[in-house]
Nanobody, 117 residues
Framework: QVQLVESGGGLVQPGGSLRLSCAAS????????MGWYRQAPGKPRALVAT???????NYGVSVKGRFTISRDNAKTTVHLQMNSLKPEDTAIYYC???????????WGQGTQVTVSS
């Protein structure tokens, strides 16, 4: 079984920054992709970004140029640096792990990100 534990959500003003982290554990973890999806109220879950063990990345259109995903050397923790945040970035952000490029085999419980003045 794989466990994904997220941290770093919160409230930030428009134009501000936040950094999310997700740590994976569990003997069964062998997935190539780790990353993030988000879900705003009344909307479907949408891709934010994923990264594979080789460092290749995959971003959702709405976050390109503002968000950066990275992965530590042990390949079990992924970070999402979110800059120039907008109110429309407000959502629950879910960590995911699984097959490249979309992940989706395992999910964390989610962390709330709210962008508001």
């Amino acid at each position: 079984q794989v466990q994904l534990v997220e941290s770093g959500g919160g409230l930030v003003q428009p134009g501000g920054s936040l950094r999310l982290s997700c740590a994976a554990s569990g003997s069964a973890f062998s997935g190539d992709a780790m990353g993030w999806y988000r879900q705003a109220p009344g909307k479907p879950r949408a891709l934010v970004a994923t990264i594979n063990r080789g460092g290749s990345t995959n971003y959702g259109v709405s976050v390109k140029g503002r968000f950066t995903i990275s992965r530590d050397n042990a390949k079990t923790t992924v970070h999402l640096q979110m800059n120039s945040l907008k109110p429309e970035d407000t959502a629950i952000y879910y960590c995911t792990a699984g097959r490249w490029p979309l992940g989706g085999d395992y999910w964390g419980q989610g962390t709330q990100v709210t962008v508001s003045s």
